[in-house]
């Protein structure tokens, strides 16, 4: 799938079919999100990729939206170094991991982190050293589900050329 594709096909996923994902698969998608752009090319993150159940379902039990982690294949926990631009940095890197997942066949959501009063706990439960900021969450496995799309403002109603 090329990138153009990926982009006008990704939605977010909620269900999951009961299959594991390929080690090798998570590690390409977490590989997609190190290469994202970043200020200063700081490059502040870290990724916490969990795949096991129990902490699944201690991650879905504290984020309020994201219930649906205990079912999916995969969690990967973005954290950034308290850095000036952090929030852009990890949000950069979060949307590549979806992309990248997406292209790979597999399906994902992400579940906001940053400003959420579950990102200190979650930080304690996955050992998170202090300094660092829980970006997202983004839940990954292979779709069970085919939603319709969300509504998207059309193109017309975005873009201004020249001026707003
Ligand atoms: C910053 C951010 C936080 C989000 N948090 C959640 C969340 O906590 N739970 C959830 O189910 N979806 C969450 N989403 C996913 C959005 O609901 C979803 O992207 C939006 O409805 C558009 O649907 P689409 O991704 O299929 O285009 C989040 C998306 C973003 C960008």
Redesign the pocket.
């Known amino acids: 799938m090329d990138a153009q594709q990926a982009l006008i096909s990704r939605?977010?996923i909620?269900r999951y079919k009961n299959q594991p994902i390929p080690m090798d698969i998570i590690k390409q998608i977490i590989d997609a999100a190190r290469l994202a752009p970043t200020a200063n090319n700081r490059q502040p993150w870290e990724f916490v990729a969990v795949t096991e159940r129990d902490m699944r379902e201690k991650i879905a039990g504290l984020?309020t939206?994201?219930k649906f982690i205990a079912q999916a294949a995969a969690c990967i926990a973005v954290y950034c170094k308290d850095t000036k631009y952090y929030l852009e940095d990890g949000s950069a890197a979060t949307q590549n991991i979806l992309l990248s997942a997406w292209a790979q066949g597999v399906g994902s959501?992400?579940?906001?982190g940053d400003k959420k009063p579950y990102a200190q706990p979650i930080s304690q439960l996955l050992g998170v050293p202090e300094g660092y900021k829980l970006v997202?969450l983004i839940a990954l496995g292979y779709p069970a589900e085919n939603?319709t799309?969300?509504h998207k403002r059309e193109l017309n109603e975005v873009l201004h050329l020249e001026k707003f």
């Open positions: 939605r977010s909620r984020a939206y994201g959501c992400w579940v906001a997202s939603p799309p969300h």
